[in-house]
């Protein structure tokens, strides 16, 4: 029996006398209210799309807005993934939208300010791994598209140590006309020969004498390696002969450089075999792309016994498709003509046409990540080269890329060519540097040898 409350709406005392009545009602007026809220929300949801690529849930906006649509564009050419396409452009997004909210304009923006970010991004979310290179990317290609200018940073005031090696190294360049590679090998020696005399006081190359050269040059051939002793030792007397060019030294110290034993061809070359190139050449799966990418660089080094360096330097228009021939840049900027056999042109276009990503750069070998460009050095060959032989189980001589060079030379030798043909194969400029491939022909040595005095044994 209901007791009857007076003084109450009937729809109230109704909910009171059935809870579960109540409880419907009042998720009925919840979802009513959700419902509400959802259209709004429809109403106002937008979705911002850039390049048909990046969906983001909110308008772009700061500093950085009119330029993320091309920034996008310009990541997606560079070779990367969409889904860190996305990431980039989010973080991008974000950066922008904190920029505008500190008042930082758009010239001023500065990797300072990414720091920063980061930083403020940190205490509120966890952090990617790839966040910051991100922001990296961003700031080089605002400054690569001339919108954020690169401030110049003022360079520390060079010692007295650093202007003469810098003098130095300006007369190698500017008067003697040195490779680079030479410059780049020379100038640490002579820096370290100065720091070790005169440490950061004042250069006064009048006060050296023969002892201080014949000192430095003991301690250091202890811990170097014959060649780099005698490349120390080389520099040395190219230095002392620049001093007294210069008026700076009266006497010939060039002279008291000591000389470092470096005798050549004490060692036969380390050449990979016949059997071990068609082994590693047959464990290539040419069915991917980089596979046939690497299959086509091992080729290379193979068959024609190019450097590193060259490979990795070749261009579109170095191969002459029409007549087969292939334009080699060398050493010290020397190029010769090698003929293209078919094996190795069907190899490189196939690489060509189902393998190398599309890129702007002109090299013919890219890496296979992003960004997408040429190899930075003959360090990625080598790289490639060690890799591919520890995939396929082979013990060769070495793990470097110049045994195919050597392998190559001795298997002409083998065969009846000259040391003459070998070395323009190779494209050496002087026979002595292909004489060393005289000591791997084991048959005509045999006919050089003389009788044991004993009679044989």
């Known amino acids: 029996m209901f007791l009857k409350i007076q003084g109450i709406p009937a729809h109230f005392a109704a909910s009171l006398r059935n809870p579960r009545s109540r409880l419907f009602e009042n998720r009925c007026a919840l979802r009513r209210k959700r419902e509400e809220l959802d259209t709004v929300g429809k109403e106002f949801r937008v979705k911002y799309v850039i390049n048909d690529q990046v969906v983001l849930s909110r308008p772009l906006e700061g500093p950085l807005a009119a330029h993320i649509a091309s920034f ?19 973080i991008a997004a974000c950066f922008s939208r904190w920029l505008g909210q500190n008042g930082v304009r758009l010239r001023n923006v500065s990797f300072q300010h990414a720091e920063r970010y980061l930083r403020y991004r940190r205490r509120r979310v966890r952090l990617n791994r790839g966040d910051a290179a991100a922001l990296r990317h961003l700031i080089e290609f605002l400054k690569r598209e001339g919108v954020i200018l690169a ?17 130095y190294e300006r007369y190698l360049r500017e008067e003697r006309v040195l490779a680079t590679a030479t410059i780049l090998n020379y100038v640490p020696f002579i820096r370290c020969f100065l720091k070790d005399r005169f440490g950061n006081g004042t250069i006064r190359l009048l006060r050296l004498c023969a002892g201080d050269v014949i000192r430095f040059v003991q301690r250091q051939a202890r811990r170097l390696r014959p060649k780099r002793a005698k490349l120390l030792t ?63 660089i091992l080729l290379l080094l193979a068959r024609l016994g190019l450097r590193s360096g060259e490979v990795v330097f070749l261009e579109l228009d170095d191969i002459d498709w029409n007549v087969g021939r292939l334009c080699v840049h060398g050493k010290k900027g020397q190029r010769s003509q090698l003929p293209l056999p078919t094996e190795l042109g069907k190899a490189i276009a196939a690489y060509l046409r189902r393998g190398r990503p599309v890129s702007a750069s002109r090299r013919v070998f890219l890496r296979a990540k992003a960004p997408i460009r040429g190899f930075q050095g003959a360090s990625g060959i080598s790289s490639l080269v060690r890799h591919s032989l520890k995939r396929a189980g082979i013990n060769a001589p070495t793990f470097g890329a110049h045994q195919f060079r050597h392998g190559l030379a001795t298997e002409m030798l083998r065969q009846g060519a000259s040391l003459r043909e070998i070395g323009e194969v190779l494209g050496h400029r002087h026979p002595q540097t292909t004489s060393i491939y005289a000591k791997v022909d084991i048959t005509a040595l045999r006919t050089l040898a003389l009788r044991w005095p004993g009679g044989p044994r």
């Open 151 to 167: 401030k110049k940073v003022a360079a520390p005031r060079p010692t007295a140590v650093e202007r003469c090696a810098q003098e």
């Open 72 to 90: 996008a564009r310009w990541t997606r050419e560079q070779g990367y993934a969409l889904c860190t396409l996305r990431r980039q452009v989010l």
């Open 234 to 296: 080389s520099a040395l007397r190219s230095f002392l002969q620049y001093a007294r060019y210069r008026g700076e030294v009266t006497v010939d110290l060039a002279a008291a450089v000591p000389i470092v034993p470096n005798w050549s061809m004490t060692s036969l070359p380390r050449a990979i075999g016949p059997d071990q190139v068609h082994q590693l050449l047959n464990s290539i799966n040419r069915r991917t792309a980089i596979g046939r990418r690497d299959y086509a």
